[in-house]
């Protein structure tokens, strides 16, 4: 029997995720990414989940001339992704993965009973499970 059948996001999510508030600048947000070397960022008001910014939304706003031409007055708010779409820790590795697809998203934001992000899963976390169990077979 397949090990991911019980296997929850808790079990392999990236644990304290960095996150970015919704008025800060979104150079801001750019440099957190370049800094941890990851692709995403939930966006957190008060404690609350509101959003996701990623690559893509930085390069889609770089691409526009008129959103450039007011990069330095940019929010993180003005670009980011919302709803954020989020799970919780004891969501199956399946049903993850199935979001991921059904949603065309590359992160899960996982959350605790109050909403606030615990962690991150992404399609490499799941492949780390798909690849762990096939060294094991």
Do not use: C, F, K
Request: charge should be negative; proline fraction near 6%.
């Amino acid at each position: 029997m397949s090990t991911t059948v019980s296997l929850r996001v808790g079990n392999l999510m990236s644990i304290d995720p960095v996150t970015v508030a919704p008025d800060a600048p979104v150079a801001e947000a750019e440099a957190l990414l370049r800094t941890y070397r990851i692709s995403g960022l939930p966006v957190v008001d008060h404690g609350e989940l509101i959003g996701v910014v990623s690559q893509t939304d930085l390069l889609t706003a770089h691409a526009s001339e008129l959103i450039s031409a007011n990069w330095p007055r940019l929010r993180v708010r003005h670009i980011m992704s919302r709803p954020a779409i989020a799970i919780g820790a004891m969501t199956s590795v399946e049903d993850a993965a199935r979001r991921m697809i059904v949603d065309h998203i590359h992160r899960l934001v996982v959350t605790d009973d109050a909403g606030t992000p615990i962690g991150v899963v992404t399609p490499l976390d799941l492949l780390r499970v798909i690849l762990d169990e096939a060294e094991v077979a």
